[in-house]
């Protein structure tokens, strides 16, 4: 179903492929598939043009409140089966949630505690999928059927490679970095004369760095979480400072976040590397 409002929005396979990280064969295996348990077409589909049947625009007018429903009773059945004296939580990359967990645990003992890392396209589904009961997460985030209680900001660091010309200044500025190749997420890299590959974790883009594909800029905690020999870390004194929040679903209201959520701020605030935020919601 997820697949089908994909390409039913975006009215083409490989676009609507890209999107979902998926292979298009692959997706149009799964309209196929969907198509005949339905015993309709959806879609009609030539060479330069996809469109919807009438039984697809139909189909993509339920399918919102079908996939809300299913996710609701998705939560509802993990968080059951966690039972309600237990708390799930989630971090990115360079956060360390092991002190607000400690602090967490001893103000409610009886209460057990597991913690999953996080990639920066999956933080946002963690919550809303029930995988996590709150997390740390970074903007840019989607805050549709989010919570959010800003926590800190930290400053940023451009990693170079050791032998580059900024490798050994204390800080630059973003116009000087500006004509770099930036390495993103999801973006092809050309590795040889006829191959790319897509970055998705901050331990493949440091190894491009390292050896001269580009440069990537990280929050202060990420640079002390990857530290090597090949890569350095220089601070870029303008750039807008890196955002950690804490992410729940906004319709759930629990004491056990709401706790969590304190002792996660009383941790922030005890670091000097950090500027707490105000804790309002949005």
């Known amino acids: 179903m997820r697949s089908f409002i994909a390409v039913a929005e975006r009215l083409h396979f490989r676009r609507a492929a890209e999107d979902l990280h998926i292979a298009q064969p692959a997706l149009s295996r799964q309209i196929q598939s969907l198509e005949q348990q339905l015993g309709v077409a959806l879609l009609v589909r030539d060479r330069r043009v996809v469109s919807l049947t009438p039984a697809g625009r139909q189909l993509l007018e339920d399918a919102g ?9 998705r939560r509802r059945v993990q968080r059951a089966a966690r039972g309600s004296r237990s708390l799930v939580v989630g971090f990115r990359t360079g956060i360390m949630p092991t002190e607000a967990v400690r602090r967490f645990a001893a103000a409610e003992p009886g209460v057990s505690v597991e913690v999953q890392r996080l990639e920066w396209d999956d933080q946002e589904e963690a919550v809303l999928g029930g995988r996590v009961d709150v997390a740390y997460v970074r903007r840019p985030i989607d805050v549709r059927g989010l919570r959010l209680t800003p926590l800190y900001t930290e ?4 990693a170079v490679p050791a032998g580059h010309p900024l490798a050994g200044r204390e800080s630059v500025l973003e116009a000087e970095i500006a004509e770099e190749h930036h390495l993103r997420y999801l973006e092809p890299v050309k590795t040889g004369p006829t191959r790319t590959t897509v ?3 901050v331990e493949e883009k440091l190894e491009y760095v390292a050896a001269g594909h580009g440069i990537i800029v990280l929050p202060l905690s990420a640079t002390r979480h990857y530290t090597r020999p090949d890569v350095v870390y220089v601070p870029v004194t303008d750039a807008a400072p890196d955002e950690v929040l804490l992410a729940a679903e906004s319709s759930r209201r629990s004491r056990l976040i709401t706790a969590f959520a304190d002792a ?18 949005a």
Do not use: M, T
Not at 67 to 73: G, Q, V
Not at 155 to 158: E, G, I, P, Q, T
């Open 65 to 73: 409140p079908l996939l809300a429903s299913a996710d609701a009773a």
């Open 155 to 158: 400053r940023r660091l451009v």
């Open 199 to 201: 970055l998705r974790g």
């Open 264 to 281: 996660a701020r009383e941790v922030a605030a005890e670091d000097p590397d950090v500027r707490v935020v105000e804790a309002i919601s």
